[in-house]
């Protein structure tokens, strides 16, 4: 057990992966559930991390992402940007259950404005620092609330967050639109079509325009879906967007492909990222300095 | 019987308003109750109708709204804008049940964008006949979806609808905002500090950043709901407006409270339209063409 491994559990509100790490930062064993922060209530914690500890030896946890909100185990403090991996690691908290470590999330206040992340920091710090990304770059990481993220010097230096998942699922489980939303969205003609016509604002205007369309046979039930995507994706990526800029796109799966077209189309250039690998760079950064 | 009474009814989503009309047009009695069209399946239509019969005697009924589309008692063709109330009164349709008429709505296809109607269509009409608003006149009708119409010569030219309203009871129900949400709404700092800042496009973001805005101490929860509203409300205005543009607002009500305080703070001139008064002109007109 003295052996310098330990799990890095990245706890969202939907998802939790949990990573058996060694000492060298490699995840020799990976799982992935539904045990996220919605599924879970305060008192349900000790008993996870019990589990947790009989199936992996009482080995340190840490943990970052939604765990850490007024929502999950325990609100952490925000640490304010600009913030490097250094601020996140010096801001841990050590959990009353015997070494279990929450990484803080990074909050920004500016003329306006205010915004807050939790689990997307350890990514993008761990990215730019383990060289999957420049140390200047700017990140999108798609999901239920999409980051826009600033980071110059490996520091998070500015970002914000827009409802684009999260509206999009409403519109489609509880919306007038919804019966309409039954079908796939993938990165075809709907989807980029939608995406066009997202790009020039008038958002709320023209998602009501989903309903007409389908009502007046101008758009096909079974695209409207990937077509409502295309939207709120396009209104999303083209208020972030000027011509030229590189974009590193945080995700694998639908939602990443997703992006990284609705980028391109608008004229960006979307490169890839491994945000499984830059988790895991960061977590592991934090991890060492835990214990130096 | 004969005495060329009829009930009107505006017939919509979530609520039904009914009113018992003499031959010239006044509304000798008014009801308003929550029988709208969710409420009701397609079968429950004749018991509806023989239950208003019981109560008002065997006279006509003319209904206008949501009871003429896919989710209510029968999917009533639209007419195409142009339209003016000759063009609504062509194309009543009589339904099974004795003398009961459902006034159509009114679609619009332009490139790129299509939009419907179902009930706003009879208020616009009416007021813009009964000399309520010039007859050539733009009409703001909040609602859940919210209607910009242009009327010229009395006859709707162009249109489009935004889910403004429905996209804030979605957030207030069903999203991470939700619990921040329960505050009042009114025309008050909150909201109007929400239109300022959603005037400037930008509103996924802008959703998020009142989550943000309450965890990090910088918008109270109280207010929460007040400036979403803003937000919401602010970004459709916005996306209509021009400086100096005259308004005709067809709400009483909170709703038409706050979209005057928007039209104004952003420039433009709100006119208050009897919405009631609209839709009594419109219907009425409908009746008398139907019965020439």
């Known amino acids: 057990m003295a052996d310098g491994s330990y ?18 930062g490699t995840a020799l064993e990976a799982e992935r ?5 919605l599924m879970l209530s305060v008192d349900d914690y000790p008993t996870e991390i019990d589990r947790l500890r009989a199936r992996f030896g009482a080995i340190p946890i840490i943990a970052a992402g939604m765990v850490g909100s ?17 601020t996140l690691a010096r801001a841990v908290i050590c959990m009353p259950a015997a070494d279990v470590w929450i990484v803080p999330g990074v909050s920004i206040v500016a003329p306006g404005r205010a ?18 990304a420049p140390a200047d770059a700017r990140f999108c990481q798609p999901g239920t609330h ?25 519109l489609r489980d509880h919306s007038v639109l919804a019966e309409m939303m039954r079908g796939p969205v993938t990165d075809g003609p709907a989807f ?6 997202g790009r020039g604002g008038g958002l709320l205007t023209a998602l009501f325009g989903v309903r007409a369309g389908v009502l007046l046979g101008r758009l096909d039930r079974a695209d409207a879906a990937a077509f409502a ?44 990222v491994d945000a499984e690998a830059a988790f895991l760079a960061g977590i592991h950064l934090v991890k060492e300095m835990l214990d130096a």
Chains 1, 2 share one sequence.
Do not use: C
Not at 115 to 132: N, P, T
């Open 7 to 24: 799990l890095a559990i990245d706890w969202g509100t939907t998802n939790r992966r949990i990573y058996l790490m060694d000492r060298a």
């Open 33 to 37: 559930d539904d045990r996220g922060v």
């Open 70 to 86: 007024t929502r999950g185990w325990r609100d952490i403090p925000y640490v304010e940007a600009p913030a490097g991996i250094e």
């Open 115 to 132: 915004d807050v992340m939790r689990g997307e920091e350890v990514q993008v710090l761990g990215a730019a620092r383990a060289g999957l």
């Open 146 to 170: 999409n980051k826009w993220i600033r980071v110059a010097g490996a520091r998070i230096v500015d970002f914000s967050t827009a409802m684009t998942g999260e509206l999009f699922a409403l």
């Open 192 to 197: 980029r079509d939608g995406v066009e016509a």
């Open 229 to 272: 995507s295309g939207l709120l994706i396009g209104a999303d990526v083209a208020a972030q967007l000027a011509p030229g800029d590189v974009i590193h796109v945080l995700s694998g799966g639908t939602l990443g492909t997703l992006y990284t077209s609705a980028i391109e189309l608008l004229g960006g250039v979307a490169v890839p």
